[in-house]
């Protein structure tokens, strides 16, 4: 890039795309190390860089031509109507997880209008957070208790932060450290009505990883023993217990796992079992309900 003390945000965006390899990408991370959005941006196209901006920029896109993710690198990003804090503690926000969001959206309104007063919901694995805040968001205010769990205190503190910024801090949502359902309180078992998870699904051995993946984003949050499934089987066998009776369980899974997580839903009495496509057509989400 020019060094020179003069050049404009027009200068500087063309000379980062061509260092990237992508307008898109150069144009997020200049707006982001300006600090002005799309419309503002274009405006000040003809505007000289401060040095600090400068500054900011150049590291921004030396990071990004080692490879490290686009998200980290802002460390922030997009998810439905939220705008997120996420580093390198945490999973990317990706849009499959948006359409698993859109499935509890709709059981929970459905819910809602059968005369419910209020839903208990668990988000288990809650990474950033965008799970369970977005259902504090989108579904109508007060007709929720939202609980976030993690293991990770890595997680936790960008979740709580992501609360502190979504401008929902005084809504019902509670944020809890422990592996799945051990960070509830005993007390609550068969009270919820909807537990949602996007829990880890990969296999450790999964040749498919793409290395800005494997290099990058959290272990604990990616790999689920040999075949991806650990999560799903120690999720499985204990919803039971915390779901009310007709309480629905969503997860999301890996496209080639469809079979292999109804079969394990089956096995542990869940009834109504359905497998639902991402938008690009692929198995993304299981959907039961219990029963008993």
Known sequence: ??????????ELLRASAAELGSEQEARWLCEHASGLQRGDFDAARDEVVSERCGIALRAMVARRLTGEPLQYVMKSWAFRHLDVMVDNRVLIPRPETEVVVQAAIDLANVMLRKSKLKLRVADLGTGSGVI???????????STEVWLTDLSS?????????????????SDVRIVQGSWFAALPSELKNSFDLIVSNP???????PSVEASVRNYEPHLALFAGSDGLDAYREIIAHAGEWLVTDGWLILEIGHQQGDLVRELLAQNKFEQIEIRQ????????????AKT
Do not use: K, Q
Request: charged letters at 20%; aromatic letters at 6%.
């Open 132 to 142: 369970g805040l977005s259902l504090a968001n989108e579904l109508p205010r007060g």
């Open 154 to 170: 890595d997680a936790i503190e960008v979740a709580r932060a992501n609360l502190a910024g979504s401008g929902l801090i005084n």
């Open 200 to 206: 880890p699904y990969i296999g450790v051995y999964d």
């Open 1 to 10: 890039m020019n060094g020179d003390d003069s050049i404009t945000w027009g």
């Open 278 to 289: 991402d938008l690009a057509g692929r198995d993304r989400i299981a959907i039961a309900i």
